[in-house]
């Protein structure tokens, strides 16, 4: 999935997870200086969520 922004990505998560009965959490709100430094960190939180997202629905069918 590809965002415009941070801030995108950061919402579409937020209210996929609200649509799910939970949120994720926020780990920093500090921007990396360095551009490639900020989409690593953005990709470690979606990558992190996703899988939270996916164990949630794991447990949900047991």
């Known amino acids: 999935m590809c965002f415009e922004t ?3 990505a950061k919402q579409f998560y ?3 997870g609200k649509s799910f009965g939970f949120s994720p959490v926020i780990r920093s709100s500090e921007k990396s200086v360095s ?6 960190s953005a ?3 979606i ?3 996703e899988a ?3 164990m949630w629905m794991e447990l ?3």
Request: proline fraction near 0%; aromatic fraction near 8%.
């Open 47 to 49: 990558e992190i969520e």
């Open 52 to 54: 939270k997202i996916r």
């Open 35 to 40: 551009r490639s430094d900020e989409v690593s």
């Open 6 to 8: 941070l801030e995108a």
């Open 14 to 16: 937020i209210d996929y």
């Open 43 to 45: 990709l470690g939180f």
């Open 60 to 62: 949900r069918k047991k």
